[in-house]
């Protein structure tokens, strides 16, 4: 069973600092996402990562993939209050000829409930 | 830029009841999915969808779940008697192509409150 873990769960932080969250899985894949959600809304795709030592960055959030380790760090920097919210990682099993095509779901970690504080 | 597009966004039904969630997924996607999100809670898979059957369904997806592509464009997840702990937002997501890696994108969700 593949088992999704994040840490931290909860996260406050004040503007202008750094930090990563850190997101580690229990079965080899190679494909990991980032989610991020406000309070209410859906989730909205922020990065893919579909290779090992893959890096992805779209403005203050960076997304890295080490497949080796199973681990997947969401690194922030000099944080604002826009980017306060919760942030699920999300795992899939690689494809397999063998499946037949069937698609597999999602695996969520519990997500790292993160306010940034002015 | 293409929507997964869901509806109602909010139900409230009383335990016992049936309720239909509906979904349109993009237009060109393959494969399709719910999930379900217990309020303050992580996002648990339910079931996918391809080919006009289920591929993968999970613990969660009893025989009180059923979907169904009734037409070209809906995908539609029914709950045949709803019990209070169905409460949730449930989100319906698709994906396009054979191979995974091609990102999922996930509707706004519809809440359902079972009272």
């Known amino acids: 069973e593949l088992k999704v873990e994040q840490n931290p769960l909860f996260l406050s932080m004040q503007e202008g600092k750094n930090y990563t969250i850190y997101c580690n899985y229990s079965?080899?894949?190679?494909?990991l996402y980032w989610y991020r959600q406000d309070p209410g809304k859906s989730l909205e795709s922020l990065f893919v990562?579909?290779?090992?030592?893959a890096v992805k960055q779209e403005g203050r959030l960076m997304a890295s993939l080490d497949t080796k380790a199973r681990l997947s760090t969401l690194h922030i920097t000099a944080a604002v209050h826009d980017l306060s919210a919760t942030y699920f990682c999300a795992v899939d099993i690689p494809y397999s000829i063998d499946s037949g095509g069937g698609a597999d779901g999602l695996t969520f970690g519990k997500g790292t409930h993160l306010i940034i504080q002015p | 830029e293409p929507e997964v597009t869901q509806t109602p966004s909010h139900q409230v039904t009383q335990m016992g009841q049936e309720v239909i969630l509906r979904c349109v997924p993009i237009s060109n996607h393959l494969y399709f999915y719910w999930y379900r999100q217990i309020l303050g809670q992580k996002v648990e898979f339910l079931v996918s969808f391809y080919n006009n059957e289920i591929s993968e369904k999970s613990e969660i997806f009893d025989d009180q779940f059923s979907v169904e592509r009734p037409d070209g464009s809906n995908f539609t997840l029914k709950i045949r008697s709803t019990k209070l702990e169905d409460s949730a937002m449930y989100f319906c997501?698709?994906?396009?192509?054979?191979?995974?890696?091609?990102?999922?994108?996930f509707g706004s969700g519809t809440r359902l409150t079972v009272v």
């Open positions: 079965t080899t894949s190679d494909r």
């Open positions: 990562l579909l290779s090992n030592g």
């Open positions: 997501a698709s994906s396009e192509g054979k191979y995974r890696g091609y990102g999922y994108t």
